[in-house]
Structure formats: C-alpha cells, structure tokens
C-alpha cells in the first residue's frame, strides 16, 4: 500500500471495532484496509472513496453493532494480520453498553437491578409493600404517596423478566435518549410508566409490576419515529414489532403459560405511538 494508492479515513483505538468496520466497506465495494499505528489502528481506503467512508464511518459510529456490520464480518471472514494488545470481549462489550446508553438509560438500568438483586437477596415482601401501587386509589392515597403512581414499573418478579425488560429499555431507551434527548426519555417514561400502571390497575388490581409497558411504549415510539421522520435514524425491525404485537395478542387470548400485564403492553404501546407523533410533528424534514 503506498500512500498515492491508499489514504487513511479514521482512526480507531479498539482493534476489533476498526475490523469491522473495514470488512464492512470491503463488502460494500470499497479498496479497503486496516494497519496498526503507535496504539491506534487507521483504517484506509482508495483515494477517490475517502469522502464516502467517511460518510459510511458516521452511521457505523452510531451503531456500531447493527446487524448489517455483522453479516459483513462473517461474509468477508478476513483474518488480519494485525496485531495488537487488543481489549478483550468484556471490555469492548463495556464500552459498547455504557456508549449506547445515556445518563437516563443507564440509570433506570441499574435502578431496576438494583431493586430485583436486593428482593431475591430476602427483601421482596418490604420492596413490593413500600413500591406497589395504590390498593386503592383515592384523592387522600394519590396525595400522600404519588411516587406509586410510577413505581411498579421498577419492580420484577424473575430473572427472564427483568432481563427481558431492561435489554429493550437499554436498547431502544439509549437510542432514544441519544437522538432526541434525556427529556424526550424521560418524558417518555413517566407518561407510558403512569398510563399503563392505570389501566393495569383497573383492569386486575394493584398487584403487578414491570417495565414491560414501558418497554412497549418504546417499541411504538420509535417504530412511529421511524416511520415519521425516517431521517431521525430511529428504527425498529418489522421482525421485532410483529413478533411483540403477537406476544401481546397471545397474552389477551390467554394463551401464555405465564400471567401478562397485557393492558399495560397495549396501553403502553399506544402512549409511545402517540407521544411520537406529538414529538415529531415540529420536527423540520432535513
């Protein structure tokens, strides 16, 4: 490679990010390559394709472990000869989770945990007593204690359940808060986090709990965002949206072995189709 044939386009510290990211524009038809510099690994590319990867290296920042950067890699099946003290698994692993997910997300992360670990750990009967929502809700009840308006969604009663939940809420939760903002999450999640703990409520009483709605809501924000204003660069794959409207539908039928906070899911799905479209109508086309 001499530097009239191949000039850099970025520069990345992570040597397995900066692979991928050349296998991916090798696959999209790019001259590319990757070489270690001092402590960073440069990626290059044929003159005339510099502008466009970097273009390409934009959305690939953003995403870095999209779907379509993975097929590349195990299309191209390139092995490197660079070599390197890269960072192991766990610490490209950190930094990706905690770089996808803002001050809300990570949050409202460690919140949910932090409450499951201490009621598996004997504390469950006291968490549940002190987060609950209202046995009964009156103007007296709602006035002394509003935070249980709120709380049950902190709240889980298994390890599949809170996995479940907080994995979505990382992921469409951190790309919400990273394209729109803290207060867009947050104002996410107190009205979907109100609206479905209501309707549960009416629906099968105060004893329930979970993100799920808010998740839902989520999955509606973001799936109307993309449909909206597309340029926004919030999505969410048909795949998954069709798969949880048929969770959903199975929970109403009663069809799921398991005990669903389905009024919570459809409500919370309305409330982030709604709040979507109110978020996006004063947002200008690029």
């Known amino acids: 490679m001499t530097e009239q044939q191949m000039q850099p386009v970025v520069s990345i510290e992570q040597h397995n990010i900066a692979l991928l990211f050349t296998n991916y524009l090798t696959s999209q038809g790019f001259t590319a390559a990757l070489q270690q510099h001092e402590q960073q690994f440069v990626v290059f590319c044929a003159e005339h394709q510099v502008e466009r990867a970097q273009q390409e290296f934009q959305q690939f920042k953003a995403r870095p472990f999209d779907e379509k950067y993975q097929q590349a890699a195990w299309q191209q099946g390139e092995v490197t000869d660079v070599k390197s003290n890269q960072p192991s698994?766990?610490?490209?692993?950190?930094?990706?989770f905690i770089a996808h997910a803002g001050l809300v997300t990570l949050s409202v992360f460690i919140l949910c945990w932090a409450i499951y670990l201490a009621s598996i750990f004997g504390f469950f009967r006291e968490i549940f007593s002190g987060m609950q929502f209202f046995k009964q809700l009156s103007v007296d009840a709602l006035l002394a204690e509003p935070y249980r308006l709120f709380t049950p969604a902190f709240i889980h009663f298994s390890l599949l359940h809170i996995a479940f939940n907080t994995m979505w809420w990382w992921q469409l939760g951190?790309?919400?808060?990273?394209?729109?903002?803290?207060?867009s999450l947050i104002n996410l999640l107190l009205v979907s986090a109100l609206v479905s703990n209501l309707g549960q409520f009416v629906t099968n009483g105060p004893n329930f709990g979970g993100l799920s709605g808010v998740v839902y809501a989520l999955v509606g924000y973001v799936w109307w965002c993309g449909w909206l204003k597309p340029h926004l660069g919030l999505t969410v794959s048909k795949p998954i949206v069709g798969i949880l409207l048929v969770w959903m539908l199975l929970g109403f039928a009663e069809l799921l072995p398991i005990n669903m906070a389905n009024m919570a899911h459809l409500l919370g799905l309305v409330s982030g189709c709604l709040l979507a479209y109110l978020k996006t109508r004063n947002i200008a086309e690029p």
């Open 174 to 183: 951190g790309d919400v808060e990273r394209v729109l903002g803290k207060a």
């Open 89 to 96: 698994f766990v610490s490209v692993f950190k930094a990706h």
